[in-house]
């Protein structure tokens, strides 16, 4: 079983319409993190989340960490927000090595 | 600022042959990482610096070295390639203790015929 596991693999949206991106976990952390990889392969770092709630911009991330599971939520979708969007944990026993262990990430596609 | 640069983009090889994969940035962090991406798989830790002059296995070492050059420059050399070694390879970096993000290069795609 993967210690990270992401849901769903696939989303297709319409345009403006509200997604939900879910990531689930099996191990304690210290971080999770939220990353958007675009069709053209470059990876970019969206939020780091150790409790609670952030928002930027039309992405909201949320975590619950007594049930290991955080949801990564898209406003008024747009087919420029179509990408990979990967779950990350930074594992309690990871030290000061600051290392991730990844899921293997959503494919998002909003048509117009 | 270039940010993380990875050259090459893009390589092919043949089985057995040796090649570098070079990293630099100019963000003055301090530690470096080496991930493969692979179909249908999460990024995988390869190798990771946590200074200059210090490297650590990650998740998946085996055929790679790495060398930390300076404290801008991480490389990832395969000795002799196989075909398991055919994938997408990205170098991140991380800035002092404190910060979490992860800064990514554009990455390599390598294939190993």
């Known amino acids: 079983k993967n210690e990270v596991e992401q849901s769903p693999q696939n989303l297709t949206a319409q345009e403006g319409e509200f997604i939900t991106i879910n990531c689930s976990y099996s191990v304690g952390i210290s971080a999770l993190h939220w990353l958007q990889q675009h069709p053209g392969g470059g990876i970019v770092s969206l939020f780091m989340l150790s409790s609670g709630k952030k928002k930027h911009g039309r992405l909201i991330a949320t975590i619950n960490i007594q049930e290991k599971h955080s949801s990564l939520h898209i406003t008024a979708s747009h087919p420029r927000d179509s990408a990979v969007y990967i779950c990350a944990v930074r594992q309690n026993s990871g030290g000061s090595n600051y290392k991730l262990t990844f899921g293997k990430g959503t494919l998002l596609t909003v048509n117009p | 600022n270039a940010g993380v640069t990875q050259t090459p983009k893009f390589q092919v090889l043949k089985t057995g042959q040796s090649m570098t994969l070079q990293c630099a940035q100019d963000?003055?962090?301090?530690?470096m990482y080496w991930y493969r991406q692979d179909p249908g798989m999460g990024l995988r830790l390869i190798y990771y610096s946590a200074s200059e002059g210090t490297t650590d296995k990650g998740e998946v070492p085996n055929g790679y070295n790495v060398s930390r050059l300076n404290k801008r420059e991480f490389s990832l050399r395969l000795e002799s390639a196989a075909p398991s070694q055919t994938s997408v390879y990205f170098c991140?970096?991380?800035?002092?203790?404190?910060?979490?993000?992860?800064?990514f290069g554009p990455g390599t795609r390598l294939l190993v015929l």
């Open positions: 963000m003055n962090h301090n530690s």
């Open positions: 991140a970096t991380r800035a002092v203790s404190g910060s979490e993000t992860q800064y």
